[in-house]
């Protein structure tokens, strides 16, 4: 009995798990099996250092969280539910209006676990991505940072399996194994989505990654967090929490490359890429590139243009459209309709189809509005230093393997051509195999004295938490 309770005390939650024995024996069987994957999958050679790591211990949005030095394999992943908002129903879909539902409605089943287990298998997934990165950090500062990630994607990971075993029972179980099971990039039992599959070889795609991909992530939660199944939306409400570090993580982790890019380009009248590879900094064409892929592979996560999956998912009210309760229309969908890219006669076009088939395009168009703001403020910051160069987003059916553009070849301008052409030009568009090179050939071994960063990004403007930027982020004992 009381060492149950010391057990419970090392899964935080707010779901009252000391009160169900069952879910209690099954999270009991599962923590070992994900301590195992991560010491074998998470951040290479990590498990001795002390990390100054943001812990969730409460969901009041004031003061939700401790900052402290932890070692990651002592972070409390725990198990967090936003309060219930009394007498919410489902907002959208055939059962608008019934009271939102509190257990999985039979019917639904195998449908939400499929969206539950889609989202669980990135979080694990982009933690074994930068497993190796660590070695090769810019900054304590940065070092801190990727770990915060980590950590809190395995928390998120632990979100979905709580869900898994609290309301699926035998299958949800099985389902939470296999989430430690897959593994990134394995040929025989890769990970679901593609974007989780590719590597994270360098600083700059963990960067990229974390401002393009980790926003599809913000996207896919917000509209899980409008679920009729109330414990998924609870739990992605705080999963959102968390999620906002990581985009920054991002966006100003590129915007500080950009911005060491962009001043020694100034100070040394240099603009020639491989005069500015010589300066030791990563040329703003090479970043171009890699927004290219990055960006692409990202608008492949939302699936396809058309998508009956996603018709199913709105009319049986499992997953709603972002920010659906602020939208003003009839949260049914069942006349209206909306434009998809497509590629007709040669070009690239639209075509309007049934609304609620388009569901995936709207929230790939609310993502690409977001995204392009955050492009916008990296352009500042090359203008600011008077250089000419502007990194764009390239057409949405550029580099797709997903939806309607899937199968065809189309430039960055939108111009659909022959699979030879663009061949001919992939790496003027794409990372080539010189590119990451020459990045990683300027990221071997990291930068360990507190207050230092590698020549090729620019510090924060301020450090963590309350912190200086000279604060020793991380100890590595
Ligand atoms: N790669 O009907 P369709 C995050 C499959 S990121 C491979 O168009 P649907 C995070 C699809 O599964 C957010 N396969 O798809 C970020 C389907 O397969 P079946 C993750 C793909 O279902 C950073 C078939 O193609 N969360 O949290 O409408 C770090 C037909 O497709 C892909 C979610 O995604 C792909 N890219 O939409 C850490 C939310 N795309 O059934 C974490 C949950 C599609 O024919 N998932 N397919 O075998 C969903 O809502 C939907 O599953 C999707 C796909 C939006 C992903």
Known sequence: MTSNIDYIDKIPNNVDLGRDRVLQRALEHWQPAYMGWWYDMGPNESHNYDVYLRTAISVDPEGWAIFDYVKMPQYRWGIFLAPPTAGREVNFGVNKGQPAWQDVPGEYRS??????????????????????????????????????????????????????????????????????????????????????????????????????????????????????????????????????????VGETGVGRIVQRTAELMAEQKVDDPDHVRALGVIDLQTIQRYLNFHYSVTLDLFGGDISSNAASFYTTGLKGRYEETKIDDDHALTDSTYKVGTVKDGRASDEEIPALNALNERLRDDYIGEVQAGVDRWNKIIEKNGIPFRLRLPHKGFHRQIGNFAGHHIGPDGDVMTAAAWKAKRDEWMPSAADYTFVQAMMTGRVVEPGKFANWIAPPRRGIHTQPIDFEYVRFN
């Open 111 to 248: 449908m939400l676990r499929r969206l539950i287990v889609t989202q669980g298998d990135t979080e694990p997934a982009s933690v074994e991505q930068q497993r190796m990165l660590g070695m090769c950090a810019p900054s304590l500062y940065d070092l801190r940072n990727i770990y915060q990630v980590n950590v809190e994607e395995g928390r998120h990971l632990w979100a979905m399996v709580y869900l898994l075993h609290r309301y699926f029972g035998r299958d949800g179980r099985e389902e939470a194994e296999a989430l430690l099971e897959r593994r990134s990039g394995d040929v025989d039992n890769p990970r679901i989505l593609g974007a989780f599959n590719e590597p994270t070889p360098d600083w700059l795609a963990f960067y990229m990654f974390t401002f393009f991909t980790d926003r599809d992530g913000k996207f896919q939660l917000s509209s899980l967090a409008e679920s009729g199944f109330d414990p998924l939306a609870r739990t992605c409400r705080f999963m959102l929490t968390e999620e906002a570090h990581h985009m920054f």
